[in-house]
């Protein structure tokens, strides 16, 4: 199965030509960079705020020392400013103005990481259906060329063939780019909900009403979590 598999892609690469093989190049590295993102992203705990909601929880419940016991083992984005904005706004010696700084300090750092490797799948999203169009140009001028040095001969098969070997790069291209694209913008999209998470959540730790009862502190939480329900 493996050597038929190698022979087919070697078979489309000698149709296509070398645009086809810059083509496959393009789609090897771009599905070794998803894989890597997708590793980071479970790693890090992306999009999984359980944890995090918990914590807010006991922030407003039963105070930081619970809150950061829940914290210690989250390692997502979410989880770091969140732990971040409590432990600062805990003495309650901190100004607001200050742990906002600290949490967008983290956040941008965290989220920064997150959306390293973007720009190169956008990158392959842009020049592989190019670079397909280009093969296709240059098999279009090579079977036309073919037309004219045949001269009075034409063989009507031959042109057809030409032309539809010159848009298999075409087709390469947007096999290539359509899929990539799919799963840009959903890492793109998971990105955006753990910037809206953080920005809910420690909001909702620097909010005024969560220090004066247990009713606004509900009131706080659900509002949280309502936001984060849209974000997704």
Do not use: C
């Not at 980071?40 to 944890?51: A, I, L």
């Not at 922030?59 to 971040?84: K, M, Q």
């Not at 392959?124 to 045949?150: D, K, N, S, W, Y």
């Not at 809910?200 to 979590?225: K, W």
Request: aromatic content about 6%; cysteine-free.
């Amino acid at each position: 199965m493996l050597q038929g598999v190698v022979d087919a892609i070697v078979t489309f690469i000698d149709l296509g030509g070398t645009v086809v093989a810059v083509i496959l190049l393009l789609s090897v590295f771009a599905l070794a960079l998803i894989l890597l993102k997708f590793a980071q992203f479970w790693r890090e705990q992306v999009g999984r705020h359980r944890r995090a909601e918990r914590a807010l929880h006991a922030w407003f419940h039963n105070g930081y020392t619970e809150a950061r016991g829940i914290l210690e083992a989250d390692r997502s984005p979410v989880g770091s400013a969140l732990s971040a904005a409590m432990r600062l706004a805990a003495p309650r010696t901190v100004s607001k103005e200050a742990i906002e700084d600290e949490v967008a300090r983290i956040a941008l750092s965290r989220l920064h990481g997150l959306q390293r490797g973007f720009r190169a799948l956008d990158a392959v999203v842009q020049i592989a259906p190019q670079l397909g169009l280009f093969g296709t140009v240059l098999g279009m001028i090579e079977a036309f060329r073919e037309l004219q040095v045949a001269g009075n001969a034409v063989d009507p098969s031959l042109l057809a063939g030409g032309i539809w070997v010159a848009l298999l790069t075409t087709a390469a291209g947007l096999a290539v780019a359509m899929p990539v694209s799919l799963v840009l913008t959903w890492f793109e999209t998971v990105v955006e909900n753990e910037r809206v998470a953080i920005e809910t959540m420690t909001s909702a730790v620097l909010s005024h009403n969560a220090f004066h009862g247990r009713p606004q502190a509900d009131r706080v939480i659900r509002e949280a979590t309502l936001e984060i329900g849209h974000a997704h």
